[in-house]
Structure formats: C-alpha cells, structure tokens
C-alpha cells in the first residue's frame, strides 16, 4: 500500500508515498484541502489570486515540523548560525547565498524551534510517535468517487489509524484553539484527510489528533482529539468544494462573488448594549 519514492515517479492509482519531497508534494496537480479551502471564498479566488510568497513565518512551520518529526533529516538540512542574532548580519547573507534562505536559520530562529520541538517531544503523543509503529510525512494519492477527481493529503503523522496533526498556535488553549480551528479550516481538512485514507485503504482513520504547539516560551503544547461533529461540519464544507471544483474545470468558469445586493450590518455581539459601550471607535473611513 505504501510505496517509495523515487524522482519523476508516475501518479496513476490511489497510493500512499513515503519521502516524497514536500515541494514534489505540493506541486502535484490535485485537489488538495488548502485549495478547497480557498475555493469555499470563490472559484476565482483560487484560479486568479495571486501566489503567496513563501514567509519567513512559513519557512520556520517547515522547519519545525522536520524538526519535530525528523530531527536527523533537520540538522543534515538546515544550516544553523547559532552566532547570528539576526538576518542582517554578513554570516546569514553569505549563507543565503549558499545554501537559500529556507534553508539557514540564525539564533533566535533556532532556539524557537529547538525549543517547541523538545517541549513536543516532553509531551504524551511523542511517545506515540516515537515507540510505535508510525510513519511521517505520508503523501496519499486518492480518486474522489463522486467526481472522479484525483486528490492528495500529507499525513503529519498517522499510528494505525490515529492521525496526528502538529499546529502552531499563539494560544493552545480550548477556547482560543476552537477558533483557530474554524478559522483555519482544520475540521475541513481533518475530514477530508479521513475520507481520503478510506478511498485508500478501506480502513477508516478512528481518531484525528491536533498538537498545539504555543510559539512562545515556555512553549506550551496541548493535545486534542477533534470531535466527529466537528468532522461532519468539515465533509460538508469540503465536499461542496470538490463538487464545485469538478464543475468548474468540466467549463472552465470560475466564478468570483455573486452581484446581488445583500444587507449587512454590525456583528451580532456588538449589538449587544455592553459591548457598544465598551467599544471603541476609530476617525477611518
């Protein structure tokens, strides 16, 4: 079920791959829960926007997965200026150079990833990841059965059957992570994960796990299993995406935000007289 990968391999069956390079991954023609994602604002959005440069933010979330879950793979790969306090200092620029700019950290980059991945690596699910039977980065490859699309997701890690997330967060906390939750959409692509390893498999994945991983010190991990309310909410949001999808390549239309007058108003909370009250208001238009 699970092959290796090897450069310029052919995707023509549901599979899964083991080490497969993220950007291999990421450039594959398929649907994928990020785009569906983006495809729920408009079809538009997701043919015309325009392509995000990679952040330093983003750079550093590379980062610290490998380091969390390939510390060997992290330290062959990344160059590590533990002498530069900041990117401005000639050391970094000539190691840019060098080996790219996503690849060399300097010292306050570092001791935020050394030090999240040992405060993963002190909490409970590290232990599963470590002493059982788990693999990491695991690309699957899957034919949607309703639309006959080909569609992909990239397991952080999954232990028979439990599928384990790793986010960043500024608040692990319940209240601030079930925002973060809906906000980010991470029911949407738990769901879509889960559907897609049965396509695959036949199996069902019986757990989704999500480790919240704080980006300030002391680096506070939480660990929560989303609930399967929230994975329902989730398939339905992704499959009307993936029905949308399939429409629009079939005519190549792609429809932006419909032109209908609609009323709007303040949000709902603050309307409330308490809230009114309390707010504070701005001289910009």
């Known amino acids: 079920m699970i092959k290796q990968y090897t450069p310029g391999m052919q ?3 549901p599979c899964y791959i083991a080490n497969m390079p993220a950007d291999v991954y990421h450039a ?4 994928s829960s990020s785009g569906l994602r983006l495809l729920l604002r408009s079809p538009d959005h997701f043919k015309n926007g325009e392509e995000k440069d990679q952040t330093r933010a983003m750079v550093l979330g590379s ?8 510390p060997d ?8 200026l533990r002498s530069s306090e900041n990117r401005m200092t000639s050391e970094y620029k000539t190691a840019k150079k060098e080996y790219g700019e996503e690849f060399v950290l300097v010292k306050p980059e570092i001791e935020k990833i050394e030090g999240m991945a040992k405060s993963l690596s002190n909490s409970k699910i590290c232990e599963c990841i ?18 006959g699309l080909m569609c992909r997701h990239r397991f952080d890690a999954i232990i028979d059957g439990i599928a384990i997330d790793l986010k960043t967060t500024t608040d692990a906390r319940p209240h601030a992570f079930s925002k973060k939750v809906l906000d980010f959409g991470y029911h949407i692509q738990a769901a879509f994960y889960a559907d897609q390893h049965r396509w695959i498999t036949g199996y069902d994945i019986e757990k989704f796990i999500f480790a919240a991983i704080e980006t300030s010190a002391p680096y506070a991990v939480k660990i929560y299993e989303l609930d399967q ?8 949001k992704y499959r009307q995406a993936l029905n949308e999808y399939a429409q629009c390549k079939a005519s190549n239309i792609w429809p932006s935000y419909d032109q209908e007058i609609e009323t709007i108003g303040i949000p709902q909370w603050a309307l409330e007289k308490d809230a009114i009250d309390d707010f504070i208001f701005t001289d910009e238009d």
Do not use: M, Q, V, W
């Open 11 to 13: 995707i023509t069956e």
């Open 63 to 70: 980062a610290l997965h490998i380091a969390c879950l390939e």
């Open 130 to 147: 470590d002493n059982y039977n788990c693999d990491k980065e695991l690309s699957g490859f899957s034919i949607d059965p309703e639309t």
């Open 229 to 236: 309310e929230s994975i329902e909410a989730g398939r339905k």
């Open 28 to 31: 594959h023609d398929s649907a």
């Open 73 to 80: 793979i992290f330290y062959n790969t990344y160059t590590l």
